[in-house]
């Protein structure tokens, strides 16, 4: 069965700083992978997905994730953060159905 | 106006009452989804459709009850709603396919008292 691990439930990082958000997945089948970003009071917006065209999938906002089948990894990162990155994040794996599965969510925030 | 409307986005009612959350989409999609979502917890499949004949339960389906009217349409009804129901509830809807991305609405914040 599928399963994603984020590790970390909170993140904070200084303006500017690297962002670097971790996702571990666990699947049976070669994986179709999400991030989400949830900003206060809205719903989940899809930031990047990976479907095995390339490793190293950009997304909106600056983001990217690389895709690690070795690690079992998909790990989002931004060279520089900015205070409207400021929210929550969430890794997803897709099962054989097309249901996602959420990892626990990251919640960063991003000092001035 | 948004592709996926979630009606209320905010109710608060007692403990033992009938609650139905509402969801229609704009987006022509075929498959419907309903979560809820709780600190530390991430979020967890209630009920999903793949089409309008087709409803399956989520991983914690117990307690809840869900209608698919059309196409455009997915309600979540609390049948008799409790405390440990209060939670921030998501409708979502995606094309058919594993690749696919969900699209959400901007939820439901439901308080059970």
């Known amino acids: 069965a599928q399963s994603v691990t984020q590790l970390g439930s909170h993140v904070s990082v200084s303006e500017g700083a690297l962002v670097l958000l971790r996702c571990n997945y666990s699947?049976?089948?070669?994986?179709?992978l999400f991030w989400y970003v949830q900003y206060p009071n809205q719903g989940l917006q899809l930031l990047l997905k990976y479907t095995s065209a390339a490793t190293l999938v950009k997304g909106i906002n600056g983001f990217e994730a690389e895709f690690k089948k070795s690690e079992t990894s998909f790990h989002l990162t931004k060279p520089s953060a900015h205070m409207s990155d400021a929210a929550e994040y969430f890794c997803a794996v897709s099962d054989f159905s097309g249901k996602l599965i959420f990892g626990q969510g990251t919640e960063l925030s991003v000092k001035p | 106006d948004a592709d996926v409307t979630q009606t209320p986005r905010n109710r608060i009612t007692k403990t033992g009452k009938r609650i139905m959350l509402e969801c229609s989409q704009t987006k022509g999609h075929d498959r419907m989804y309903w979560y809820r979502q709780d600190p530390g917890l991430g979020l967890r499949l209630i009920y999903y459709s793949f089409d309008v004949k087709d409803i399956n339960k989520g991983e914690i389906s117990d307690g809840y009850s869900v209608s698919r009217q059309a196409q455009a349409k997915f309600s979540l009804s609390l049948e008799s709603a409790i405390p440990n129901q209060t939670a921030l509830y998501f409708c979502?809807?995606?094309?058919?396919?594993?690749?696919?991305?969900?699209?959400f609405g901007d939820g439901t914040r439901l308080s059970i008292l």
């Open positions: 979502a809807t995606s094309e058919i396919g594993v690749n696919q991305p969900q699209h």
């Open positions: 699947s049976s089948v070669p994986p179709y």
